[in-house]
T-cell receptor, first 115, second 118 residues
Framework: KAGVTQTPRYLIKTRGQQVTLSCSPI?????VSWYQQTPGQGLQFLFE???????NKGNFPGRFSGRQFSNSRSEMNVSTLVLGDSALYLC??????????????FGPGTRLLVL | QQQVKQSPQSLIVQKGGISIINCAYE??????FPWYQQFPGKGPALLIA?????SEKKEGRFTISFNKSAKQFSLHIMDSQPGDSATYFC?????????????????FGQGTILTVHP
Protein backbone atom coordinates (compact mmCIF):
# COMPACT_ATOMS: atom_id res chain seq x y z
CA LYS A 1 0.00 0.00 0.00
CA ALA A 2 1.14 3.51 -0.69
CA GLY A 3 1.93 5.55 2.39
CA VAL A 4 0.54 8.89 3.47
CA THR A 5 1.33 11.56 0.91
CA GLN A 6 1.44 15.29 1.48
CA THR A 7 1.65 18.09 -1.03
CA PRO A 8 3.40 20.35 -1.49
CA ARG A 9 6.57 19.32 0.33
CA TYR A 10 7.88 22.86 0.62
CA LEU A 11 6.16 26.19 0.60
CA ILE A 12 7.27 29.79 1.04
CA LYS A 13 4.69 32.44 1.82
CA THR A 14 4.70 35.99 3.10
CA ARG A 15 2.94 37.35 6.16
CA GLY A 16 -0.75 37.94 5.67
CA GLN A 17 -1.16 35.36 2.93
CA GLN A 18 -3.09 32.13 3.29
CA VAL A 19 -2.00 28.61 2.48
CA THR A 20 -3.66 25.26 1.80
CA LEU A 21 -1.92 21.96 2.45
CA SER A 22 -3.11 18.60 1.20
CA CYS A 23 -2.95 15.10 2.64
CA SER A 24 -3.87 11.77 1.06
CA PRO A 25 -4.23 9.01 3.66
CA ILE A 26 -3.40 5.37 3.27
CA UNK A 27 -6.10 3.59 1.30
CA UNK A 28 -8.87 2.45 3.63
CA UNK A 29 -7.95 4.86 6.41
CA UNK A 30 -10.78 7.16 7.33
CA UNK A 31 -9.17 9.21 10.11
CA VAL A 32 -6.77 12.02 9.33
CA SER A 33 -4.98 14.00 12.02
CA TRP A 34 -2.86 17.08 11.53
CA TYR A 35 0.12 18.15 13.64
CA GLN A 36 2.39 21.16 13.69
CA GLN A 37 6.07 20.49 14.43
CA THR A 38 8.41 23.28 15.50
CA PRO A 39 11.76 23.21 17.33
CA GLY A 40 10.32 25.14 20.24
CA GLN A 41 6.92 23.53 20.73
CA GLY A 42 7.57 20.07 19.32
CA LEU A 43 4.65 18.13 17.85
CA GLN A 44 1.33 19.79 18.56
CA PHE A 45 -2.05 18.33 17.60
CA LEU A 46 -4.12 20.56 15.34
CA PHE A 47 -7.28 18.59 14.55
CA GLU A 48 -8.69 15.29 13.44
CA UNK A 49 -11.22 14.44 10.77
CA UNK A 50 -13.26 11.30 10.28
CA UNK A 51 -15.94 10.77 7.64
CA UNK A 52 -15.77 14.43 6.64
CA UNK A 53 -16.40 15.60 10.22
CA UNK A 54 -14.02 17.30 12.60
CA UNK A 55 -14.13 15.25 15.78
CA ASN A 56 -11.30 16.79 17.73
CA LYS A 57 -9.45 20.06 17.78
CA GLY A 58 -6.26 21.21 19.45
CA ASN A 59 -5.49 24.55 20.99
CA PHE A 60 -4.81 26.62 17.89
CA PRO A 61 -6.39 29.88 16.73
CA GLY A 62 -9.29 29.93 14.31
CA ARG A 63 -6.91 30.85 11.48
CA PHE A 64 -6.18 27.14 11.30
CA SER A 65 -8.93 25.16 9.67
CA GLY A 66 -9.36 21.97 7.76
CA ARG A 67 -11.73 19.75 5.92
CA GLN A 68 -12.02 16.20 4.72
CA PHE A 69 -13.49 14.94 1.51
CA SER A 70 -15.58 11.86 0.85
CA ASN A 71 -12.49 9.95 -0.33
CA SER A 72 -10.83 10.72 3.06
CA ARG A 73 -8.33 13.12 1.55
CA SER A 74 -7.87 16.14 3.78
CA GLU A 75 -6.78 19.71 3.47
CA MET A 76 -5.76 22.21 6.06
CA ASN A 77 -5.80 25.94 5.60
CA VAL A 78 -3.98 28.66 7.47
CA SER A 79 -5.18 32.21 6.88
CA THR A 80 -3.44 35.51 7.61
CA LEU A 81 -0.05 33.87 8.04
CA VAL A 82 2.33 35.10 10.74
CA LEU A 83 6.01 34.36 11.15
CA GLY A 84 5.28 31.91 13.94
CA ASP A 85 3.36 29.67 11.55
CA SER A 86 6.65 28.58 10.01
CA ALA A 87 6.75 24.90 10.78
CA LEU A 88 6.61 21.37 9.48
CA TYR A 89 2.97 20.35 9.10
CA LEU A 90 2.44 16.64 9.43
CA CYS A 91 -0.57 14.62 8.52
CA UNK A 92 -1.23 11.18 9.99
CA UNK A 93 -3.81 8.62 8.99
CA UNK A 94 -5.33 5.67 10.78
CA UNK A 95 -8.29 3.38 10.34
CA UNK A 96 -10.79 5.01 12.69
CA UNK A 97 -8.77 7.45 14.80
CA UNK A 98 -8.43 5.59 18.08
CA UNK A 99 -4.66 5.62 18.76
CA UNK A 100 -4.89 3.07 21.54
CA UNK A 101 -6.10 0.42 19.16
CA UNK A 102 -4.30 1.31 15.97
CA UNK A 103 -1.19 2.90 14.54
CA UNK A 104 -1.05 6.43 13.23
CA UNK A 105 0.98 6.58 10.03
CA PHE A 106 2.64 9.89 9.30
CA GLY A 107 3.37 11.52 6.00
CA PRO A 108 6.68 13.27 5.26
CA GLY A 109 5.20 16.68 6.05
CA THR A 110 4.95 20.04 4.35
CA ARG A 111 7.67 22.50 5.33
CA LEU A 112 6.12 26.00 5.46
CA LEU A 113 8.31 29.08 5.67
CA VAL A 114 6.62 32.42 6.32
CA LEU A 115 8.67 35.49 5.43
CA GLN B 1 -2.44 17.84 32.67
CA GLN B 2 -2.03 16.88 29.05
CA GLN B 3 1.75 17.18 29.08
CA VAL B 4 4.31 14.49 28.45
CA LYS B 5 7.80 15.43 29.61
CA GLN B 6 10.77 13.80 27.88
CA SER B 7 14.46 13.70 28.76
CA PRO B 8 17.23 14.08 27.82
CA GLN B 9 16.96 16.54 24.94
CA SER B 10 20.00 15.00 23.32
CA LEU B 11 21.99 11.85 23.83
CA ILE B 12 25.32 10.67 22.48
CA VAL B 13 26.13 6.97 22.70
CA GLN B 14 28.93 4.81 21.38
CA LYS B 15 28.15 1.98 18.99
CA GLY B 16 27.13 -1.08 20.97
CA GLY B 17 26.06 0.94 23.99
CA ILE B 18 22.63 1.30 25.58
CA SER B 19 20.50 4.35 24.86
CA ILE B 20 17.92 5.28 27.49
CA ILE B 21 15.22 7.91 27.02
CA ASN B 22 12.73 8.75 29.74
CA CYS B 23 9.22 10.19 29.75
CA ALA B 24 6.80 11.22 32.46
CA TYR B 25 3.13 12.06 32.19
CA GLU B 26 0.49 13.69 34.35
CA UNK B 27 -2.83 12.66 32.88
CA UNK B 28 -3.93 9.44 34.55
CA UNK B 29 -6.42 8.88 31.74
CA UNK B 30 -3.57 8.11 29.34
CA UNK B 31 -3.56 4.41 28.60
CA UNK B 32 -1.48 4.00 25.47
CA PHE B 33 2.17 4.96 25.17
CA PRO B 34 3.89 4.72 21.78
CA TRP B 35 7.40 5.68 20.82
CA TYR B 36 8.10 7.23 17.44
CA GLN B 37 11.35 7.51 15.52
CA GLN B 38 11.93 10.36 13.09
CA PHE B 39 14.73 10.70 10.56
CA PRO B 40 15.54 14.05 8.92
CA GLY B 41 13.11 14.84 6.11
CA LYS B 42 10.72 12.10 7.17
CA GLY B 43 7.60 11.91 9.25
CA PRO B 44 7.63 10.06 12.60
CA ALA B 45 7.27 6.29 12.39
CA LEU B 46 5.96 4.02 15.14
CA LEU B 47 8.74 2.09 16.83
CA ILE B 48 7.07 0.29 19.71
CA ALA B 49 4.09 0.87 22.00
CA UNK B 50 2.87 -0.27 25.40
CA UNK B 51 -0.32 -0.26 27.45
CA UNK B 52 -0.37 0.11 31.26
CA UNK B 53 -1.36 -3.49 31.92
CA UNK B 54 2.23 -4.63 31.27
CA SER B 55 5.44 -3.32 32.82
CA GLU B 56 7.75 -4.13 29.95
CA LYS B 57 7.60 -4.82 26.24
CA LYS B 58 10.49 -5.88 24.07
CA GLU B 59 10.81 -5.90 20.30
CA GLY B 60 14.24 -6.76 19.03
CA ARG B 61 16.74 -4.28 20.43
CA PHE B 62 13.99 -1.92 21.64
CA THR B 63 12.38 -2.23 25.08
CA ILE B 64 9.77 -0.08 26.80
CA SER B 65 9.69 -0.11 30.58
CA PHE B 66 6.54 1.23 32.21
CA ASN B 67 5.99 2.33 35.82
CA LYS B 68 2.32 3.10 36.31
CA SER B 69 2.58 4.28 39.92
CA ALA B 70 5.34 6.74 39.05
CA LYS B 71 3.65 7.71 35.78
CA GLN B 72 6.88 7.18 33.93
CA PHE B 73 7.99 5.12 30.97
CA SER B 74 11.26 4.74 29.16
CA LEU B 75 12.77 3.45 25.93
CA HIS B 76 15.91 1.34 26.02
CA ILE B 77 17.85 0.72 22.82
CA MET B 78 20.29 -2.12 23.28
CA ASP B 79 23.42 -2.52 21.15
CA SER B 80 22.87 0.96 19.68
CA GLN B 81 23.92 1.35 16.04
CA PRO B 82 24.81 4.42 13.95
CA GLY B 83 21.65 3.74 11.95
CA ASP B 84 19.65 4.39 15.13
CA SER B 85 20.72 8.04 15.03
CA ALA B 86 17.43 9.90 14.83
CA THR B 87 14.99 11.90 16.92
CA TYR B 88 12.83 9.85 19.27
CA PHE B 89 9.47 10.95 20.60
CA CYS B 90 7.41 9.42 23.34
CA UNK B 91 3.68 9.97 23.15
CA UNK B 92 0.48 9.17 24.96
CA UNK B 93 -3.22 8.93 24.26
CA UNK B 94 -6.38 7.68 25.89
CA UNK B 95 -9.60 6.08 24.81
CA UNK B 96 -12.14 8.47 23.33
CA UNK B 97 -14.21 9.96 26.11
CA UNK B 98 -17.68 11.41 26.08
CA UNK B 99 -16.33 14.74 24.92
CA UNK B 100 -14.42 13.13 22.05
CA UNK B 101 -11.29 15.04 22.94
CA UNK B 102 -8.97 12.15 22.30
CA UNK B 103 -9.95 11.09 18.80
CA UNK B 104 -6.91 10.98 16.55
CA UNK B 105 -4.78 12.75 19.11
CA UNK B 106 -1.35 11.82 20.34
CA UNK B 107 0.30 14.02 22.96
CA PHE B 108 4.03 14.05 22.28
CA GLY B 109 7.10 14.64 24.39
CA GLN B 110 9.62 17.23 23.21
CA GLY B 111 11.88 14.69 21.53
CA THR B 112 15.39 13.36 22.06
CA ILE B 113 18.08 13.66 19.42
CA LEU B 114 20.09 10.45 19.57
CA THR B 115 23.54 10.28 18.02
CA VAL B 116 25.33 6.94 17.92
CA HIS B 117 29.04 7.21 17.18
CA PRO B 118 30.69 4.37 15.27
Amino acid sequence: KAGVTQTPRYLIKTRGQQVTLSCSPISGHRSVSWYQQTPGQGLQFLFEYFSETQRNKGNFPGRFSGRQFSNSRSEMNVSTLVLGDSALYLCASSLVGVPRGETQYFGPGTRLLVL
Amino acid sequence: QQQVKQSPQSLIVQKGGISIINCAYENTAFDYFPWYQQFPGKGPALLIAIRPDVSEKKEGRFTISFNKSAKQFSLHIMDSQPGDSATYFCAASNLPNAGGTSYGKLTFGQGTILTVHP
